[in-house]
């Protein structure tokens, strides 16, 4: 008994689990697709002249893409498996486009002006056919990522109102650009009036992004509801996921 005793005496003790110190990932990346939503919705609508839009880039490289993916990652350390999601996602989605501005678009642009040019075509018609093939593979990525949102917006159904309004937006937003490629001429000029109705409804879509932001930090900061976001399900734990 004494030996018993002895040994029990002399064992580790057992840690302590400590509850997860990091906050709210997802006020830090819809920050950052806030931010591209508005900057690129002003550019599509038209509202503002951003030159050839490269300008943005440096947004929604470093701001839309490597924070939103950052963000992500440290939502799927805390549990928030759906934050986590959809903000590794969006980071993706944001490093992607920043790369077909950047590098692809001009590539192809280049090829298919080049084999155009091959076939006999004037420079004209071949800068038309360059620009004709971007549009397309723009139309095809978006398409793709429809397939994405959508499941987002399922999901979505379960977390609060702001967020299903916000996948909600950025649905209708990708489909009217998927349009607007697809339907472009042969001179590669997408539909101009369903570019800037996409370009309107992505700028709706940040003010809600930015409300959400705005929500998630006062609340937290007050330690209350100041903003509501007008939660769609009544269990905690499935609330917390999207924290």
Not at 23 to 37: D, E, K, R
């Amino acid at each position: 008994m004494a030996e018993v005793a002895l040994h029990d005496a002399q064992s580790p003790p057992v840690p302590t689990v400590t509850a997860s110190h990091i906050g709210h990932a997802t006020a830090v990346g819809a920050a950052g697709f806030a931010w591209c939503s508005l900057i690129l919705g002003l550019h599509t609508a038209g509202v503002i002249d951003a030159a050839d839009g490269t300008i943005v880039l440096a947004g929604t490289f470093f701001y839309g893409g490597i924070v939103q993916l950052v963000a992500g990652f440290f939502a799927l350390a805390s549990g928030a498996t759906f934050a986590a999601s959809f903000l590794t996602a969006y980071g993706a989605f944001w490093l992607g486009y920043t790369v077909i501005e950047f590098w692809a678009a001009p590539h192809i642009a280049g090829a298919a002006a080049a084999a155009a040019k091959a076939g006999g075509a004037s420079a004209e018609a071949s800068a038309a056919a360059g620009g004709h093939a971007v549009m397309q593979s723009l139309g095809l990525f978006l398409i793709a990522w429809l397939v994405v949102t959508l499941v987002f917006a399922v999901a979505s159904l379960g977390t609060n109102a702001v967020i299903v309004s916000a996948f909600s937006l950025l649905t209708l937003t990708i489909v009217l650009l998927v349009i607007a490629y697809l339907g472009a001429s042969s001179a590669g000029v997408p539909s101009e009036g369903v570019l800037h109705t996409a370009g309107y409804v992505e700028i709706v879509l940040a003010a809600v992004a930015f409300y959400l932001v705005m929500a998630e930090l006062t609340n937290d900061i007050r330690g209350r509801t100041v903003f509501p976001l007008f939660a769609l399900s009544r269990d905690p734990q499935a609330v917390a996921q999207t924290a």
